[in-house]
């Protein structure tokens, strides 16, 4: 089916290990993020990509590392993971910079849990 | 610089009735304008786009929003609410500017009684 999907929906792990969190789309959209979505914090950008192999950090890219080896993935990884990375995380696409008017679509989040 | 405010946190209204979430934005630029809704623990879905063409835009599920340029807001309507509506909205507002800079509002969670 044609869209973005992420996995897992559902993840616990303990503080210290390293996560990765997948997120693949069927579009070819240019430009991939990566949110997360705190209580009273609502979504904030950890990092985004404007094509394969270029990477750039969002808002609150520490403690978190991404990769962009093919334009369909956008693999999220938590190198320590800590209580504090405890969140849901959304990763999103967009078609195209070019122009205001590339709204984007998310995928249906991943609940993280650190113990 | 970029900012968007919504200006309440919580809505509630009853069955039938019209539903008014308020957005204001701010832009150095001509921006883009969304609106998203997102379910209890389901991702985001765009409800409906603001680019610079007509100021009053029809989305899906009966909502609608008009851009006020002089008044810096994008506020979302619609004439009835039914209680599937119940869930959170979000306002978004987008530039380019060499990268797609992307703002969310901290969202309007409204609420539909019977």
């Known amino acids: 089916d044609a869209g973005i999907t992420q996995s897992p929906r559902y993840k616990i792990t303990e503080t210290g290990r390293q996560v990765t969190l997948m997120c693949h789309q069927t579009?070819?959209?240019?430009?991939m993020f990566w949110y997360r979505q705190d209580l009273g914090h609502g979504l904030r950008l950890i990092y985004y990509?404007?094509?394969?192999?270029?990477?750039d950090k969002g808002e609150v890219p520490d403690g978190y590392v991404v990769s962009r080896s093919k334009t369909e993935n956008f693999p999220l990884t938590l190198e320590s993971a800590t209580r504090s990375q405890t969140s849901v995380y959304f990763c999103?696409?967009?078609?195209?910079?070019?122009?205001?008017?590339?709204?984007?679509?998310f995928g249906n989040g991943t609940r993280l849990t650190v113990t | 610089a970029q900012s968007v405010t919504q200006l309440d946190s919580h809505v509630s209204v009853s069955e039938g009735t019209p539903v008014l979430l308020r957005c204001n934005y701010s832009?150095?630029?001509?921006?883009?304008l969304f609106w998203y809704v997102q379910h209890p623990n389901k991702g985001l879905q765009l409800l409906l786009k603001?680019?610079?063409?007509?100021?009053l835009v029809k989305g899906i599920n009966g909502f609608e929003a008009e851009f006020k340029k002089s008044e810096t807001s994008f506020h979302l309507t619609k004439p009835s609410a039914h209680m599937s509506d119940a869930a959170e909205y979000f306002c978004?507002?987008?530039?380019?500017?060499?990268?797609?800079?992307?703002?969310f509002g901290t969202g309007t969670k409204l609420q539909v009684i019977p």
């Open positions: 978004v507002v987008s530039e380019t500017r060499g990268y797609q800079k992307v703002t």
């Open positions: 579009w070819s959209h240019s430009y």
């Open positions: 603001y680019t610079s063409a007509a100021t």
């Open positions: 990509s404007a094509a394969a192999d270029i990477t």
């Open positions: 999103a696409s967009s078609e195209s910079a070019r122009g205001n008017g590339s709204p984007l679509h």
């Open positions: 832009s150095s630029y001509s921006p883009s």
